[in-house]
């Protein structure tokens, strides 16, 4: 019996399965078979190139080296581990859809599927995402400002990322630790930066970022205002990122101390509340307290 088969001359793989024709290519690609025939695992190495289309969109994998370890005789990938600078991308299917991009030097991949009794398991599906080294993910996407639709960026870079995955392979929840700074910018404002030593963001069922939720030496920068805080909240829905727990915020012009504090992106409004203390930053000034 054939137990390894070796390509090389920049070989393609094609596997038209029912989630999507896959497409992968790559300087050199081998497979190791297992006695009845099926296939166990797969090395792509060298320019690694991936990528699957689905009606939801199309999913794209660059790195120097890729293996896929199937799990049964139907070739149902159970675990994917990317080396030698790994670039995810995921772009919607609509234009409202937007573009996911994760990058990181490793990380792994798992996948599952629904078991139906005695039957095959089902087909296999995005499980989690694990990054095996510090990473950055950036979504690009349409949202409603003012009534208008309105081009939105935003950026996150950690230490190390835990990224899951619901039944329809739409993103659910990224958890980063260790150390992780956001950036986000609506349209053509400023960019509003936050730092903390962890976080964890809420996405909604097309996949779009909806909470962030940051924890631990908090720091937040926008344009000429900055401040520190306990703990943060980041609303894509309205906006606005809300600050509580021993909350410092400053400007040109004033230092302010607070218990919680609230900014609407892209406005010059922010709200204050507990034990609030105003002090300007002039020569011979004094403190304003509320």
Do not use: C, Y
Not at 191 to 199: G, I, M, V, Y
């Amino acid at each position: 019996h054939v137990q390894h088969l070796v390509a090389t001359g920049h070989p393609r793989l094609r596997d038209s399965g029912v989630q999507g024709p896959i497409l992968l290519a790559a300087d050199e690609i081998s497979a190791r078979l297992r006695s009845d025939g099926s296939i166990d695992s797969i090395v792509a190495a060298g320019n690694v190139r991936g990528t699957r289309n689905t009606p939801a969109g199309e999913d794209g994998i660059n790195a120097g080296r890729v293996r896929m370890d199937l799990a049964t005789r139907a070739n149902a990938p159970r675990l994917l581990t990317a080396g030698g600078g790994v670039t995810l991308t995921s772009r919607g299917g609509t234009a409202a859809g937007g573009t996911r991009r994760i990058e990181s030097e490793a990380l792994e991949i798992h996948f599952t599927s629904d078991s139906k009794g005695d039957t095959k398991p089902g087909p296999a599906r995005l499980e989690s995402v694990n990054t095996l080294a510090p990473a950055r993910v950036e979504w690009q996407n349409t949202s409603m400002a003012g009534g208008k639709p309105v081009k939105q960026t935003m950026r996150m870079n950690g230490k190390q990322m835990n990224l899951r995955f619901d039944g329809q392979n739409q993103l659910q929840q990224l958890v980063s630790s260790g150390g992780v700074e956001v950036t986000r910018q609506l349209g053509d404002g400023p960019e509003q930066t936050t730092a903390s030593r962890e976080l964890t963001a809420k996405f909604s069922g097309a996949g779009e970022w909806s909470t962030v939720d940051q924890i631990g030496d908090v720091r937040f920068r926008e344009g000429l205002r900055g401040g520190q805080a306990d703990r943060a909240h980041l609303d894509r829905a309205t906006n606005t990122v809300m600050l509580n727990g021993s909350v410092i915020l400053t400007d040109a012009n004033m230092r302010t101390t607070a218990q919680s504090a609230t900014f609407t992106q892209g406005s010059n409004q922010m709200r204050a509340d507990g034990s609030v203390l105003t002090t300007e930053l002039r020569p011979g000034t004094g403190g304003i307290s509320n």
